[in-house]
T-cell receptor
Framework: AQSVTQLDSHVSVSEGTPVLLRCNYS??????LFWYVQHPNKGLQLLLK??????LVKGINGFEAEFKKSETSFHLTKPSAHMSDAAEYFC????????????FGKGTMLLVSP | DTEVTQTPKHLVMGMTNKKSLKCEQH?????MYWYKQKAKKPPELMFV???????INESVPSRFSPECPNSSLLNLHLHALQPEDSALYLC?????????????FGPGTRLTVL
């Protein structure tokens, strides 16, 4: 069984300040982990993925995430927020051994103020 | 082409209507998925097709009927829906059914049932 906990339902930052979206996971296996972003009334876009290669993963639009097995965490960061980053972010875990059924976190809404 | 397309973008239907949602991908992916997403919630998996065969049905009511005519196309036939079925319906595809494969999502169909 696997699960994902996104520790904040909402995060508010000012434009130009760092972003931290927190995610903890639980998995019986060595998981694959993903971050997806969803802008209002849009589909989900893959930001980055971890699949047991480098623990520091770089994604699109300046986002990166670090896989920490000892802490079972996969937090998403960005050095400087942009207004266009305002969206819903989902942390997702997948069991590599079976069908790629995804377990989603409940999501974190990122609000960016000028 | 790294895109999943969905038609229509919006659909309004009565409870006695029959309609279909369409999804298409030309990435050579062999696994395709239907998700239902209610407002402010993560997507919920409905169906998984792997190599054009239905491999997972997450106990979805029979008023939703999936079809995979070929490896590029996925349909969702709708009949006698209820107002609570109103949601964003997302299609996704992945290179294979293994859990290390990221899923690529379409923009979704916004369904309203009157």
């Amino acid at each position: 069984a696997q699960s994902v906990t996104q520790l904040d339902s909402h995060v508010s930052v000012s434009e130009g300040t760092p972003v931290l979206l927190r995610c903890n996971y639980s998995s019986s296996y060595s998981p694959s982990l993903f971050w997806y972003v969803q802008h209002p009334n849009k589909g989900l876009q893959l930001l980055l993925k971890y699949t047991s290669a480098a623990t520091l993963v770089k994604g699109i639009n300046g986002f990166e995430a670090e896989f920490k097995k000892s802490e079972t965490s996969f937090h998403l960061t960005k050095p400087s927020a942009h207004m266009s980053d305002a969206a819903e972010y989902f942390c997702v875990v997948s069991d590599p051994s079976g069908y790629s059924t995804l377990t989603f976190g409940k999501g974190t809404m990122l609000l960016v103020s000028p | 082409d790294t895109e999943v397309t969905q038609t229509p973008k919006h659909l309004v239907m009565g409870m006695t209507n029959k309609k279909s949602l369409k999804c298409e991908q030309h990435m050579g992916h062999r696994a395709m998925y239907w998700y239902k997403q209610k407002a402010k919630k993560p997507p919920e998996l409905m169906f998984v097709y792997s190599y054009e065969k239905l491999s997972i049905n997450e106990s979805v009511p029979s008023r939703f009927s999936p079809e995979c005519p070929n490896s590029s196309l996925l349909n969702l036939h709708l009949h006698a829906l209820q107002p609570e079925d109103s949601a964003l319906y997302l299609c996704a595809s992945s290179g294979g059914a293994g859990g290390y494969n990221e899923q690529f999502f379409g923009p979704g169909t916004r369904l309203t049932v009157l």
